[in-house]
T-cell receptor, first 118, second 110 residues
C-alpha cells in the first residue's frame, strides 16, 4: 500500500527554470494538498484541491500553479523558479474535506521533495 | 485565520520518562486537532487525533488532552523510548484548512 507518492525526491534548479512536482495517492481520497516546509516555520499551504476538478489557493500560492489531473494525481508547477522557493515540499491527501462528520480524517503525507533553487 | 504555536522548540527527556508536548491555538471555532511525528528526512506521520467534542483521547502510549477554554492541546508520551526522538507538531483544522505549529524537537537520552 503506497499511500502518497511524490516525485522527484530531490531537485536542484537554476533561477528561472521550470519544473513540476508530481503527487499520486492510491487511497481514493477526495482532497489533496501541497505544502511547503521551511526551517522555523510550520507547514504552509500552497494550493489545495477539495475534490477532483477543483483547485484553490492556500496561504502562499504566489509563484506556483497546480493541476488536479484526476482523482489520484495532483501536480505542483514552478514556472520560473526563484531562490525563495528553496524548500521541502509535501503533498498530502485526505478522505474528506473541511469539517465533515462523516468523512473527517487525518492528512496523509508523502515523503517530501527537497528543492534547491540556485 | 488561525495561529498555532508550540511552547518549546526543543525537549530532552530520559528514556523511560514521560514526555509532554504542548500546543496553543487561537481560534475558538477550531474543530479537529491532530498530532504528527516527523523523523528526519521523512514526511509527517499521524499519531493521534481528537475532535472538539472531546477533551481526552488515548492511544498506545500516547494521550492527547484538549482544553478548549484556554485553547490548549497537549501530547503525552508514556515511557519515552529512543525511537520517539523526532519533531512533533500539532495541526488544527479551522474552517476548511489545517494550520500547523512549528514543531517541538524531542530528544530521548538513553
Amino acid at each position: 500500500n503506497a499511500g502518497v507518492t511524490q516525485t522527484p525526491k530531490f531537485q536542484v534548479l537554476k533561477t528561472g527554470q521550470s519544473m513540476t512536482l508530481q503527487c499520486a495517492q492510491d487511497m481514493n481520497h477526495n482532497s489533496m494538498y501541497w505544502y511547503r516546509q521551511d526551517p522555523g516555520m510550520g507547514l504552509r499551504l500552497i494550493y489545495y484541491s477539495a475534490s477532483e476538478g477543483t483547485t484553490d489557493k492556500g496561504e502562499v500560492p504566489n509563484g506556483y500553479n497546480v493541476s488536479r489531473l484526476n482523482k489520484r494525481e495532483f501536480s505542483l508547477r514552478l514556472e520560473s523558479a526563484a531562490p525563495p522557493q528553496t524548500s521541502v515540499y509535501f503533498c498530502a491527501s485526505r478522505r474528506g474535506f473541511g469539517w465533515d462528520r462523516a468523512n473527517t480524517g487525518e492528512l496523509f503525507f508523502g515523503e517530501g521533495s527537497r528543492l534547491t533553487v540556485l | 485565520g488561525e495561529s498555532v504555536g508550540l511552547h518549546l522548540p526543543t525537549l530532552s527527556v530520559q528514556e523511560g520518562d514521560n514526555s509532554i508536548i504542548n500546543c496553543a491555538y487561537s481560534n475558538s471555532a477550531s474543530d479537529y486537532f491532530i498530532w504528527y511525528k516527523q523523523e528526519s528526512g521523512k514526511g509527517p506521520q499521524f499519531i493521534i487525533d481528537i475532535r472538539s467534542n472531546m477533551d481526552k483521547r488515548q492511544g498506545q502510549r500516547v494521550t492527547v488532552l484538549l482544553n478548549k477554554t484556554v485553547k490548549h492541546l497537549s501530547l503525552q508520551i508514556a515511557a519515552t523510548q529512543p525511537g520517539d526522538s523526532a519533531v512533533y507538531f500539532c495541526a488544527v483544522l479551522t474552517g476548511n484548512q489545517f494550520y500547523f505549529g512549528t514543531g517541538t524537537s524531542l530528544t530521548v537520552i538513553p
